[in-house]
């Protein structure tokens, strides 16, 4: 019991949070840097597991310390550069508002007096929630303004002929 309470005391320490904050998001540049796996359909499309790191921080030491992370990570991601310029400024917009969502549903479930895995899962949910709201219009204006080349279009055309869907436009690629 005494340890315990000195493994909290010392989660609750500012000099902690700052630091495990600042560790997390570097450790998630880190693992967007080189752990990722592209999608086989739409090779510009890569699946990376950089985000965990920050949801780490904001679980463990709250969410202006999972914020804090994530934007650690935003700016590691600007100064070195990105090959696809919207990428950094989409990440954090996609991990700002899972995080906003989870502390919602977090706050939303403890003022109805759920449990911890009732609350969990609220805070989960509201935060996928609020991101699929959030990023499905960004998503559309960057594919239809920055992706609606002939490159994109027809490697994403070929790719998806594959799973027997044919487009006979950029538009319904767009749409899609």
Not at 135 to 152: H, Q
Request: hydrophobic share 55%.
């Amino acid at each position: 019991m005494q340890q315990e309470v000195t493994v909290s005391r010392r989660l609750d320490n500012r000099s902690v949070k700052i630091a495990g904050a600042a560790i997390l998001g570097a450790m998630a540049f880190l693992l967007q840097l080189f752990v990722k796996f592209p999608f086989p359909l739409l090779p510009w499309l890569v699946f990376d597991f950089s985000e965990i790191p920050t949801v780490v921080a904001f679980l463990l030491f709250g969410p202006a310390w999972g914020f804090l992370s994530s934007t650690i990570l935003w700016l590691i991601m600007v100064i070195r550069g990105s090959s696809f310029p919207p990428g950094p400024y989409m990440k954090l917009a996609a991990i700002v508002a899972m995080q906003v969502g989870m502390w919602l549903g977090f706050i939303l479930a403890k003022k109805m007096g759920f449990g911890t895995s009732k609350t969990f899962a609220s805070g989960i949910g509201m935060g996928l929630v609020l991101r699929v709201l959030l990023m499905t219009p960004i998503n559309y204006v960057v594919v239809g303004v920055l992706f609606a080349s002939d490159f994109y279009y027809n490697t994403a055309s070929k790719a998806l002929k594959i799973v027997g869907i044919t487009l006979a436009s950029q538009e319904q690629f767009i749409a899609l």
